[in-house]
């Protein structure tokens, strides 16, 4: 089963948690009843709209904002594939919590809100679309789902020239970062309230002018990943936490790690043994490359662990290096660039202070 994991970016209210838990309604990942309370407390709470949101954002603080604030996981199957999605933050004060989780991704699902006024918020400069199309690029996810939501919005009512509007505008920028719109792009309108687009087609009768195929089964569709299994082990550490012993989070990268074996976390050189392996949350024996895991280590205190550190292969570990080449894109900036300029850069999970030579 190729284990794809994707990545669900959004605009503050474009409506990404919404169609993540559509999508688990959908797939009876998560039950009838639970969603029924989950629809209850959100009446309680006249936040009737934002009951499927809550299957993502399970803790307090993010139901009563309404908000995103860390990377919610989940995960659903179809017959083919095992999907994990990675329900980001679109809201601008949580951009670093965002890069972590575009790291992890495969596909990056760009959710922008058809509704009037709230895709030009979005799109206007210092809007946060942009911003998250570019760290998908640059976080070197290869192909990019635009979903068009909020199509049954009274102020869109499944219009085309609406939906071809906020397609051409963003298309030139999408350009622009590298995306080539023959193979990596791919545009659909859906509803993440009313559920149109995401795993049945669009009804004709609503939408005449859109015969494409819904969401969930065009990912089912899109060519599995090359993935190294043959490498040596990498895995960047995402976040670690204490639970009789120090647990590690992240993305096997490359290479296979069983029960038992001896690896490195670096750049320490600390020499860990595996404990327990999980994927998903279920218990396996080996994880490979592509899988989100969390792995229990033996030889380490849980604050020797840092986000961004990487746990490897003893006998052939990563390489650690003070100064490197960068190629760097500038797409907009105030001041001038040049040698003593201090910036910070985000680089799979870490965040580390340079300056340029």
Not at 165 to 183: H, Q, V
Request: glycine share 8%.
């Amino acid at each position: 089963m190729g284990k794809n994991v994707r990545f669900v970016f959004t605009f503050a209210d474009a409506g990404k948690s919404t169609i993540g838990g559509q999508i688990m309604s959908l797939t009876g990942m998560v039950d009838k009843r639970t969603l029924e309370k989950y629809e209850r407390e959100a009446r309680e709470k006249s936040r009737e709209s934002w009951y499927l949101s809550w299957a993502l954002d399970t803790n307090q603080e993010e139901r009563d904002k309404g908000k995103t604030v860390e990377v919610g996981r989940a995960y659903f199957e179809t017959d083919k594939k095992h999907f994990t999605i990675l329900d980001a933050p679109g809201h601008k004060s949580f951009v670093p919590n965002m890069i972590g989780g575009a790291a992890q991704a495969d596909v990056a699902v760009l959710v922008i809100s058809a509704r009037k006024g709230e895709f030009e918020t979005g799109f206007d400069r210092g809007g946060q679309t942009r911003e998250h199309a570019m760290l998908a690029k640059t976080a070197g996810v290869k192909h990019l789902i635009v979903l068009v939501n909020k199509m049954d919005d009274p102020t869109v009512n499944w219009d085309e020239n609406r939906y071809n509007e906020c397609r051409d505008k963003i298309l030139p920028y999408l350009k622009k970062l590298g995306f080539n719109p023959a193979k990596d792009l791919t545009f659909m309108p859906c509803s993440g309230l009313t559920g149109q687009g995401i795993r049945e087609p669009i009804d004709q009768g609503v939408c005449p002018w859109y015969s494409g195929q819904a969401f969930i089964p065009f990912i089912d569709e899109l060519p599995s990943l090359n993935r190294k299994t043959d490498g040596p082990f990498i895995m960047p550490i995402v976040d670690k936490y204490k639970d009789m012993g120090t647990v590690v989070m992240g993305k096997v990268e490359s290479g296979c790690a069983k029960k038992g074996q001896n690896l490195l976390v670096m750049p320490n050189r600390t020499q860990v043994s595996v404990d327990q392996l999980w994927s998903d949350d279920d218990e396996v024996t080996a994880v490979g490359p592509g899988e989100n895991v969390k792995i229990k280590l033996k030889g380490i205190e849980e604050e020797d662990v840092s986000p961004g550190f990487v746990l490897c292969d003893a006998s052939n570990p990563i390489k650690i290096g003070k100064i490197f080449d960068a190629q760097v894109v500038i797409l907009e900036h105030k001041s001038i660039i040049c040698a003593g300029y201090s910036a910070v850069m985000h680089i799979h999970c870490a965040a580390e202070e340079i300056t340029v030579k």
